[in-house]
């Protein structure tokens, strides 16, 4: 009982700061999102023509959506658990009674929750673009769920070993941006040589990209098995590697 | 009585190597109000980091109410309210927020807590900022905004590290009494302060910890009896002459303030009867305060000399 109440209250804080902050958080997305579907979409993508067998537009929402997803869990975590230890309110937790896993639980799911939040309002604006169409719902939350939840790690992890805020912008930078990029949001993995083709595979965002766009166009260049696999283990691996550090307090106790 | 706090064998070795504290032993009983001293760098804020669980121990055991941290952390952790030296709250969240935040982390439901936080707002004088961000308040304010905050699930001891720290007299003075009466209510309370006035007025324990070892661990009364000699500030009315005191230590002010010095075996009479002879009135007398500092200066500097008489005879 004590832990549902503590887990609540860092998942209510965690909301209400991603919402208090709202212009940061929820609106820019939106206008990135927007510029892509003009640029790439009606601009570019009228001459790119069809792209696994769909008009350019419809191929890259649920790619598209996809990146905001990423995007907006990670650096929610990262942001918001680094500036807890750098302001030192990270230790009203330290000091109160609540498991680690309670910390990790409510972070996480508070980078969950502003993931989402922002997913639905990026396919909310894409509807502004492109007709909408559903192969399987069950699919599409799960993937988005699933993949909210291992950025949402990652973020954390992130801010645990981060000293400076430029820390927390090196790993977004760096290896999301590319891998997403190239994790089959813009294209897809038929059109690479047999090369770059395996190299590709070794991108998990290829897996969450390829099977949320299953769940809207039922088409995948991965299996979906494969895809769950892939984010199930990753979950796995981080939450461990997550739930390590704070138990020993990495970054957060002397 | 029961012990609040028990700490035996404590080491914390920091990374880097330095030794910060040294196999401390101290108990603190419930109820009791109690003051750990100590110079910049001793070792108090250590302490009491390795109580609240914000740092990791070397070695020794840490006990509250029984409860060993090592084996029954939360529960022990359930009874502690901590007060830090340094603000560490979210500036720009709103203080009503960060009241009942922190009490559901110790599972008190939200209803409840907006109870409590109202309470202690209102007894602490923030009820009307309770929408402000943190950021927005006064030193004092958010001196007595952490003090709040630590209340909230109700503790059974309440640490505050230096709480009174940059905040003006008349606030300090208000906050001695707010916890003046928290200790009256039960609530064991361990105090580290710079300002030994304070420790002399509020604690009936007290320890004195330097390099990371305690050197004195006893009752208030017990340690200023150690004082051989008192000094006390005369009031007199205005005279013209110079006053002339013998076989007594003391020190003309001015025109109007002598400060003696007398051991404890003498008695004030033979003061007031000089004085008398040479026609001076005293208006009025008082104990000069800081009588802890100097006891806590010859402490500290007593295990200094110590420590270096040991290292010039290796």
């Not at chain 1, 212009?23 to 927007?34: E, G, H, K, R, W």
């Not at chain 1, 892939?230 to 981080?238: A, K, W, Y």
Request: net charge neutral; glycine share 8%.
């Amino acid at each position: 009982m004590n832990n549902a109440i503590a887990l609540k209250s860092i998942l209510t804080k965690e909301v209400q700061r991603f919402l208090r902050i709202w212009v940061q958080t929820l609106v820019p997305p939106a206008i990135t999102i927007s510029l892509y579907f003009i640029i790439f979409g009606s601009l570019i993508g009228s001459r790119i023509g069809k792209m696994g067998g769909f008009d350019y537009m419809s191929f890259i929402v649920p790619g598209l959506i996809m990146m905001s997803v990423i995007t907006n869990s990670y650096s929610n975590v990262a942001s918001s658990f680094f500036s807890a230890k750098w302001q030192r309110n990270i230790e009203e937790m330290l000091v109160a009674p609540v498991p680690n896993w309670v910390i990790v639980a409510g972070y996480v799911g508070g980078g969950m929750a502003r993931g989402m939040l922002v997913g639905l309002i990026v396919t909310f604006v894409s509807l502004f673009f492109v007709d909408f169409q559903i192969h399987n719902i069950a699919v599409i939350i799960i993937t988005v769920t699933l993949t909210s939840a291992v950025f949402a790690l990652g973020g954390l992890i992130n801010a645990v070993f981060a000293g400076s805020f430029d820390d927390i912008s090196i790993i977004p930078t760096f290896v999301l941006t590319p891998l997403t990029y190239l994790g089959g949001v813009f294209y897809s993995l038929s059109l690479l040589p047999d090369f770059w083709y395996g190299v590709s595979q070794l991108n998990p965002i290829v897996y969450m990209v390829n099977a949320f766009r299953y769940g809207f166009l039922g088409v995948s260049d991965v299996s979906l098995t494969l895809s769950f696999v892939v984010i199930g283990t990753l979950i796995t691996v981080l939450f461990t590697i997550a739930m390590t550090l704070i138990s020993k307090g990495v970054g957060i106790r002397s | 009585m029961q012990k609040a706090l028990e700490i035996s064998g404590l080491e914390k070795i920091y990374q880097g190597g330095f030794h910060a504290l040294k196999g401390i032993d101290l108990t603190v009983n419930e109820g009791d109000f109690f003051a750990l001293l100590g110079p910049n760098g001793a070792g108090k804020s250590t302490t009491i980091g390795v109580i609240t669980s914000l740092v990791n121990k070397t070695g020794g055991k840490v006990k509250i109410f029984g409860y060993d941290i090592d084996q029954d952390l939360e529960k022990a952790k359930s009874f502690l309210g901590l007060v830090p030296q340094e603000f560490n709250f979210n500036q720009f969240e709103s203080l009503i927020n960060i009241l009942v935040n922190q009490a559901g982390y110790y599972g008190v439901e939200r209803k409840e807590a907006k109870k409590r936080a109202e309470k202690y707002l209102k007894q602490l004088e923030l009820w009307d900022k309770r929408d402000n961000s943190a950021r927005m308040l006064s030193g004092g304010m958010k001196r007595r905004l952490m003090i709040a905050r630590a209340l909230m699930h109700e503790p059974k001891i309440l640490i505050l590290d230096e709480p009174t720290a940059g905040v003006d007299i008349e606030v300090r003075r208000s906050m001695w009494s707010f916890l003046q009466d928290l200790n009256k209510q039960g609530i064991t309370i361990i105090l580290t302060t710079h300002y030994l006035e304070e420790a002399e007025m509020l604690c009936r324990n007290i320890a004195i910890i330097n390099q990371g070892e305690i050197v004195e661990n006893t009752d208030m009364k017990s340690l200023l009896a150690q004082l051989d000699i008192e000094t006390f500030v005369l009031d007199l009315a205005k005279h013209k002459q110079s006053v002339v005191l013998d076989n007594i230590a003391y020190r003309q002010l001015d025109h109007h303030s002598l400060e003696v010095d007398i051991p404890k075996a003498q008695s004030l009479n033979k003061v007031f009867a000089q004085l008398s002879e040479q026609g001076v009135e005293v208006l009025s007398m008082r104990n000069k305060t800081n009588r802890l500092e100097a006891l806590f200066v010859g402490l500290i500097t007593h295990q200094s000399n110590e420590k270096a008489g040991d290292l010039a005879s290796e």
